[in-house]
């Protein structure tokens, strides 16, 4: 893929300089066997944090460099909601471009899934133990997303768009771009053969990702906290710090889950979002390529 400036890229980690869209990185380029033969196409599947204060610059690089068609949101309709005009310091209000179309595919249908919402959970969850919290915290999404009867089938639809003829090129989000979204990324790598541990350090880049936000993070779970008296949180900079960390041992006592509960993560696809065995050899045809091959034709 040829970007129109050199500057798109940044060398380490491997991040995309958007503006105005935070932790923008492509998931692409990760061994796919233990040969290092395969690897993951890049320039097809991106994620980020909400692009509400994406600029025109950043609309350019997203849909002429990057050629993102579809922009799948999983945040919900209450977690927006609540953070626009609702005394927030900074609105997430939904934004779409013309060739970028939105997709509404929440993962929580009617519960405030917002970073803080998520650090009370872990709180309730987790006691001093905080990696086993973001592991039950990511159960959740794991269920809620592959529930049967929900109307927008969020892993499913994503899922179904990389099973496709010729897949275009997604850009994936929640709010942070860490929890939500690290769930559905892990899902697709680990189906395409990636190894738990390069999934994890993928997932744990979104420390690197959310750095220059980290503080307006910090500083807004610490009001909260105090608002709504989260007493594992409250008064406490460190512990809020975990809160919105995104450390390799969550991802994979998330995987260690998976294959416990569900058999493997296939197992999970197909037996609980609904995919063939086809869609699935579809989904490792379009995305592992010969190391030589690491381009989005």
Not at 191 to 208: I, N, R
Not at 251 to 263: F, P
Request: glycine share 8%; aromatic share 6%.
């Amino acid at each position: 893929m040829a970007f129109s400036s050199s500057s798109v890229m940044e060398p380490s980690p491997p991040f995309i300089h958007v503006p105005g869209v935070p932790n923008m990185r492509d998931i692409g380029g990760l061994s796919a066997d233990p040969s290092g033969t395969k690897v993951i196409r890049r320039g097809l599947v991106f994620r980020s944090s909400e692009p509400s204060r994406v600029t025109e610059e950043g609309i350019s690089i997203l849909t002429e460099d990057l050629r993102i068609t579809h922009v799948y949101d999983l945040r919900s309709k209450v977690e927006i909601d609540r953070a626009h005009g609702k005394g927030v310091a900074t609105s997430f209000e939904p934004r779409e471009w013309p060739g970028g179309k939105r997709v509404f595919v929440p993962v929580f249908l009617d519960v405030d899934y917002s970073p803080e919402a998520l650090a009370a959970r872990i709180a309730q969850y987790a006691n001093h133990d905080v990696e086993q919290g973001f592991v039950k915290a990511y159960e959740s999404i794991l269920s809620s997303a592959a529930d049967p009867d929900h109307p927008y089938a969020p892993f499913t639809t994503i899922l179904s768009h990389l099973a496709g003829p010729d897949p275009s090129p997604m850009l994936i989000h929640c709010t942070a771009g860490k929890d939500r979204t690290g769930v559905i990324c892990a899902l697709i790598l680990s189906l395409c053969g990636v190894d738990d541990d390069a999934v994890a350090e993928e997932y744990a880049l979104t420390m690197t990702g959310l750095r220059s936000r980290k503080s307006e993070l910090v500083e807004h779970l610490l009001r909260v906290a105090e608002s709504m008296d989260i007493r594992a949180i409250k008064g406490n900079p460190e512990a809020a710090e975990r809160m919105v960390g995104a450390r390799k041992e969550s991802m994979l006592g998330t995987l260690a889950l998976i294959r416990q509960k569900y058999g493997s993560v296939e197992g999970y696809v197909v037996n609980k979002c609904g995919l063939k065995p086809e869609d699935v050899q579809r989904i490792r045809q379009n995305l592992v390529v010969g190391a030589g091959q690491n381009q989005h034709d």
